[in-house]
């Protein structure tokens, strides 16, 4: 069974930077598709960054450029560096996974079947 732990969210100001990390365990396949999602408080799930099956990486337009999605595979870890942090930013971010699916799979949250709990971002000055 596949476990996410996801830390590192807060509170930060317009501007600020913010580092998330989740901690995956329980998986043994080499076909592991991994990404970052957010849901705002009446919003849907959207996809935020993914890297794919095939080392691929892809993001959401409006993230482009400031967030960063990164995985260390030797410690089963994966990374999401977000710089430039906006209101609209604000949101539970959740780590995702799954077996064979592609960068765009990655950013479909229908594609993913696990989850952590998420760790919660706040931008507000």
């Known amino acids: 069974q596949v476990q996410l732990t996801e830390s590192g969210g807060g509170s930060v100001q317009p501007g600020g930077s913010l580092k998330l990390t989740c901690v995956a365990s329980?998986?043994?396949?080499?076909?592991?598709?991994m990404g970052w999602f957010r849901q705002a408080p009446g919003q849907e799930r959207e996809g935020v960054a993914g890297i794919g099956m095939d080392g691929v990486i892809n993001y959401r337009d409006s993230v482009k450029g400031r967030f960063t999605i990164s995985k260390d595979s030797a410690e089963n870890t994966l990374y999401l560096q977000m710089n430039s942090l906006k209101p609209e930013d604000t949101a539970m971010y959740y780590c995702?996974?799954?077996?064979?699916?592609?960068?765009?799979?990655?950013?479909?949250?229908?594609?993913?079947?696990?989850w952590g709990k998420g760790t919660l971002v706040t931008i507000s000055s």
């Open positions: 329980g998986y043994t396949s080499r076909n592991i598709c």
């Open positions: 995702a996974a799954d077996e064979l699916r592609t960068s765009t799979q990655a950013l479909e949250w229908a594609f993913m079947d696990y």
